[in-house]
């Protein structure tokens, strides 16, 4: 394993951001921690670069306990969410700066920050000042400046948090490549679903300080562990003790005896699929997911009275975890 | 309006009579005790001001917030107060080691040290002030930045800290030195005011003023003037400069909105 922690437990004051969390990141592997703000990711990956030392636990690095080593000695590269890029420096000075630290000779820096450069398409920004590239540039110069020192991990922190969607999917997709090429073993700390399962290969569902659930994006989103990963990790309603994904849903128009009675609220167009938000005859409101076509074919408008039946359920023990599904087969009406 | 008139004044009746005043042998020793009370308490000023600035914001300790309000304590005493203060602590007779300090040859008051005491003092809190909102607005990320690249807490501070906040310091030792370079009050009390020996500038104007030998008054006043406008003007050039060097862009000269002692002398130059 790259990383390992160990029962890692921290407090701030009262506050206990993480408790007696553990977990396992393979060799090379791209993980993401994912979780809502305030569940413990960001202290755990602060935890891990040695920003944040842990009350109790071990942290391991490359089968190395590292738990008491100075983070100028973990040799991690580290992304944060607002790039932290040097202001008074150019971007060549910025992604310099590890290596004349360590002290290498000025023809190896240069050789080095020029590949740097290429990786991470900023040709011909050499002399630019971070104030004067965008968002996604300079997160790009971040990366570069963390992977110069030829990190054993590389931690990026919400890296896209601050970046407006259509830039992010860019550097999402772009993050992907770059770890093809580079093959560092990377963590990254994401609150977006989306994102995790869209970038990782391993994803790490935290919450409130907990691991709530890793596997691998199908694993979570198929056989979700818990209520809370069920309801995290992708769209998820609760109707009675039952969850069910919004695309598992049939709308009929004649009850049959399986089916809920539900009035169309809103339906919304998102290309090709289609959203159609219910409200049940308690008041409970939840959304369908459709294809254009089902809609066209079924005649939906807003206002209508429809009937919906779950084609599969899941539902939870009482403590919240381990859960069966239920699969519905059509009744021949 | 009122140092054009000072001009006028000084040269009125030509030019000797005021060249006289301060090249004489007591002008030119209050011109330099100045430069020694400056160069002294402002260089001790600044390092004792950006330390403190980064304890108060990046450590968190017990009596932090007393400790932070005690740092105004020579905004809100009256000048006079501390040099009594000061000869009430350091004095030859009666004081609390000022007899002490004696017995090892060491004469506070009536003498430089005394007065260079009281500079530090008067312009203490300049720096600090202008400094934390500095470090408070850049926070801590380059700083870790840096170490997790490799850097040692010095390594950061000389290579990431010191640069992010040099404008601060830049304004906070702008600040300080105008004020130790006219500083009266203080000074006046402890430096007994003995011409040629223990009169920096603004103690010889008054002096001057006193012995009704106007022009002298005038031109040291002007020297004084002098100083502190070309302190903010090297400054002004320091900034253009800078600004040049990086590259034209202005984010890092979001400088601390004026405080309630910042007079704007500076403009911001893109």
Request: charged letters at 20%; a negative charge; proline letters at 5%.
């Amino acid at each position: 394993m790259a990383i390992s922690v160990k029962n890692v437990t921290k407090r701030f004051g009262d506050f206990v951001a993480l408790d007696d969390v553990s977990i396992d990141v393979p060799d090379g592997g791209l993980t993401a921690l994912l979780g809502p703000s305030g569940s413990g990711k960001s202290t755990l990956l602060r935890v891990i670069a040695g920003l944040e030392q842990p009350d109790e636990g071990q942290v391991l690095i490359s089968g190395e306990d590292n738990t008491e080593t100075r983070v100028q000695d973990r040799n991690v590269g580290f992304v944060f969410q607002h790039y932290a890029a040097f202001k008074h420096m150019t971007v060549y000075d910025n992604i310099a700066f590890g290596l004349k630290i360590k002290g290498e000779g000025s023809g190896t820096i240069r050789e080095r920050v020029k590949q740097l450069i290429e990786l991470v398409h900023l040709k011909g920004y050499e002399k630019r000042f971070p104030n004067q590239l965008s968002g996604g540039q300079r997160q790009r110069m971040a990366l570069a400046r963390a992977l110069a020192v030829e990190p054993r991990v590389l931690l990026l922190d919400e890296p896209f948090g601050a970046l407006d969607a259509k830039v992010r999917e860019e550097l999402r997709t772009w993050l992907r490549r770059l770890h093809d090429d580079v093959h560092v073993t990377t963590i990254f700390v994401t609150h977006d679903q989306e994102e995790a399962m869209d970038v990782a290969e391993q994803i790490i569902v935290m919450n409130d300080g907990k691991v709530e659930q890793s596997g691998g994006p199908r694993d979570l989103y198929e056989d979700p562990a818990s209520e809370f990963v069920m309801s995290f990790v992708g769209p998820a309603h609760r109707l009675g003790d039952a969850w069910v994904r919004p695309h598992d849903v049939d709308i009929r128009h004649e009850p049959n005896g399986q089916t809920i009675e539900a009035m169309i609220q809103r339906i919304v167009h998102l290309g090709f699929e289609v959203r159609v938000e219910l409200t049940l005859t308690d008041g409970e409101q939840f959304s369908v997911q459709l294809t254009r076509d089902e809609v066209d074919q079924l005649e939906l408008t807003e206002g209508q009275i429809v009937f919906v039946r779950p084609r599969s359920t899941r539902v939870f023990a009482p403590d919240g975890r381990g859960s069966s599904v239920t699969n519905q087969p059509e009744v021949a009406s | 309006m009122p140092v054009g008139l000072i001009f006028y004044r000084t040269f009125e009746h030509g030019l000797s009579a005021p060249i006289e005043a301060i090249t004489s042998s007591d002008g030119l020793h209050a011109f330099w005790l100045t430069i020694v009370c400056v160069g002294i308490a402002v260089p001790l000023n600044t390092i004792f001001g950006v330390i403190t600035a980064l304890v108060l914001v990046r450590q968190d300790f017990r009596g932090k917030s007393l400790v932070n309000a005690v740092i105004d304590v020579p905004f809100a005493i009256s000048p006079v107060i501390i040099g009594l203060a000061l000869f009430l602590v350091y004095a030859p007779r009666n004081s609390w080691f000022g007899g002490w300090l004696m017995d090892q040859g060491v004469q506070v008051i009536f003498s430089v040290p005394g007065m260079v005491l009281a500079t530090i003092f008067v312009s203490l809190p300049f720096v600090v002030r202008e400094v934390m909102p500095v470090l408070q607005e850049i926070g801590t990320d380059q700083e870790e930045a840096a170490e997790t690249l490799g850097a040692t807490p010095w390594q950061t501070f000389w290579r990431v800290t010191l640069p992010a906040i040099r404008w601060g310091v830049s304004y906070g030792v702008v600040l300080a030195t105008a004020r130790a370079l006219g500083e009266f009050g203080a000074v006046s009390v402890v430096a007994g005011n003995i011409s040629g020996q223990t009169q920096t500038l603004p103690l010889f104007v008054r002096s001057q003023f006193d012995n009704l030998n106007l022009a002298g008054a005038y031109a040291a006043g002007i020297v004084l003037a002098i100083l502190a406008i070309s302190v903010l003007f090297s400054m002004n050039l320091l900034q253009r400069r800078s600004a040049r060097n990086a590259g034209g862009g202005d984010e890092d000269h979001e400088l601390p909105g004026p405080g309630v002692f910042v007079p704007q002398p500076i403009e911001k130059e893109a």
